[in-house]
């Protein structure tokens, strides 16, 4: 079982509309999850981070976290075609270096005009 | 102010030779990480620094692979005996891990390719 799953898609979402994506974990003690998007041929940039539960919002980017459940997501609203990127999340790994993220294989997300 | 910054960018060697990447993290940042990230794959964690701590090498490949960080601020990765298989896109990331500060900021990465 991987530590960090998520759908690799491609998940493809009309323009304006809300793209939603999903991100379990097997670490029932992780603390903090991020979201990072990559763009093709480019380093990933953090775009999102929570460490508590509940919403989180930032823009058009809400992040949300229930711990109990083990999982994390990402909600885009009035998605653009420049959306149209690599969504990766990361959790922190309690079972060996502190600050220490294990990622996702990412889900792929086509913004369609 | 200034980003991670990683060198060479790109960097194209022959099988057998000896490579070493550079980062150089975000002022002030005390953790600095590698990843490698293969076409078409994931984030594989490499080695960890934080602070004065012994690093975490766990993620290293092989005993070709190694990592050095001077003065706590710029790292180095050396790659020995080169294989086709190192071919990769190297990231470095660092974090400022202060009070609960997690985030890690990546590199723009230096494409190895092994011929």
């Known amino acids: 079982q991987k530590e960090v799953e998520q759908n690799s898609g491609p998940l493809s979402v009309p323009e304006g509309a809300i793209a939603s994506l999903n991100c379990t974990y097997s670490?029932?003690?992780?603390?903090?999850f991020f979201w990072y998007r990559q763009y093709s041929g480019k380093s990933p940039e953090l775009i999102m981070f929570i460490y508590s539960n509940g919403d989180k919002e930032d823009g058009r980017f809400t992040a949300q976290l229930n711990k109990a459940s083990q999982y994390v997501s990402l909600l885009i609203r009035d998605s653009q075609p420049s959306d149209s990127a690599t969504y990766l999340c990361a959790v922190t790994a309690t079972t060996d270096s502190w600050g220490k993220l294990q990622f996702g294989a990412g889900t792929q997300v086509v913004v369609t005009p | 102010g200034a980003g991670v910054s990683q060198s060479p960018s790109n960097k194209v060697t022959e099988k057998g030779k000896d490579v070493e990447l550079r980062c150089d993290p975000i002022?002030?940042?005390?953790?600095l990480y590698w990843y490698r990230q293969s076409l078409g794959q994931g984030l594989e964690f490499l080695i960890y620094?934080?602070?004065?701590?012994?690093?975490?090498k766990s993620g290293l490949p092989s005993d070709r692979f190694s990592a050095e960080r001077t003065g706590g601020s710029v790292s180095t990765l050396t790659i020995q005996r080169t294989q086709q298989e190192d071919s990769a896109v190297y990231l470095c990331a660092s974090s400022s891990l202060t009070g609960s500060s997690y985030e890690q900021y990546f590199g723009p990465g230096t494409r190895l390719t092994v011929t």
């Open positions: 670490d029932r003690g992780s603390q903090s």
């Open positions: 002022s002030g940042h005390t953790a």
């Open positions: 620094f934080q602070g004065n701590s012994a690093p975490d």
